[in-house]
């Protein structure tokens, strides 16, 4: 059973930092699409950053780059968002999120993701 479990979120200062942890659990990253979103209230949710297959290029938001920087450690089984120099419209609850890859030749990672953890609140004050 493919398990995602986020933590590591809170209130935070605008210009600080965070890094959420998502672990995972019943997959192998070499075999999945990882991905970090957020929905702020009112909003729709977006994808954040991603990475396909535990390699190639790492995808990132245009608001986030330069700012957030996606990790993983294999021996873990989880995966990290380090977020610096927050903003107050990065305030959101982030998710990660986790979806089987069947095909290879790309590494674009913006997908429909199938499973998904059950959230942490970033709280970022001006």
């Known amino acids: 059973e493919v398990q995602l479990v986020e933590s590591g979120g809170g209130l935070v200062q605008a210009g600080g930092s965070l890094r959420l942890s998502c672990a995972t659990s019943g997959f192998t990253f070499d075999d999945y699409a990882i991905g970090w979103f957020r929905q702020a209230p009112g909003s729709e949710r977006e994808g954040v950053s991603c990475?396909?297959?535990?390699?190639?290029?790492?995808y990132y938001a245009n608001s986030v780059k330069g700012r957030f920087t996606f990790s993983s450690d294999n021996a873990k089984n989880t995966v990290y968002l380090q977020m610096n120099s927050l903003k107050p419209e990065d305030t959101a609850v982030y998710y990660c999120?986790?979806?089987?890859?069947?095909?290879?030749?790309?590494?674009?990672?913006?997908?429909?993701?199938?499973?998904w953890g059950q959230g942490t609140q970033v709280t970022v004050s001006s």
């Open positions: 990475i396909r297959n535990n390699g190639g290029r790492t």
């Open positions: 999120a986790a979806t089987p890859i069947y095909y290879s030749g790309t590494d674009y990672c913006w997908l429909e993701y199938d499973y």
